[in-house]
């Protein structure tokens, strides 16, 4: 069983920044894909990052268009944590952002379905004002 914890949400200006922080535990961290993901009022959870394993020390990331170049995925493996760090913000990122675990991700392989993350956290509020 592997538990995912959230932290890093709040209320921020449009332009501003924030990182949101997720800790697991289990032991199977360094091999398994991590994603964010997020929900906004009225809409379904959509993909955001996924960071993934390549083998060895080698990981991918991935993004979703809209937020390619402001989004950063990124994991420390000795503290079991994976980090999104978000710039250049804008209300449209206003949503619930989750964090997730895939652990049947195949080598060098990017999961961005929902349905390929085994362990969900329960969520961090990101609101970005106008």
């Known amino acids: 069983q592997v538990q995912l914890l959230e932290s890093g949400g709040g209320l921020v200006q449009a332009g501003g920044s924030l990182r949101l922080s997720c800790a697991a535990s289990g032991r199977t961290f360094s091999t398994s894909a991590m994603g964010w993901f997020r929900q906004a009022p009225g809409k379904e959870r959509e993909f955001v990052a996924t960071?993934?394993?390549?083998?060895?020390?080698?990981?991918?990331?991935y993004y979703v268009t809209s937020v390619k170049g402001r989004f950063t995925i990124s994991r420390d493996n000795a503290k079991n944590t994976v980090y999104l760090q978000m710039n250049s913000l804008k209300p449209e990122d206003t949503a619930v952002y989750y964090c997730?675990?895939?652990?049947?991700?195949?080598?060098?392989?990017?999961?961005?379905?929902?349905?390929?993350?085994?362990?969900w956290g329960q969520g961090t509020q990101v609101t970005v004002s106008s």
């Open positions: 960071h993934s394993w390549g083998g060895g020390n080698t990981y991918l990331a």
């Open positions: 997730a675990a895939g652990q049947r991700q195949p080598l060098s392989t990017v999961l961005t379905a929902m349905r390929d993350y085994d362990y």
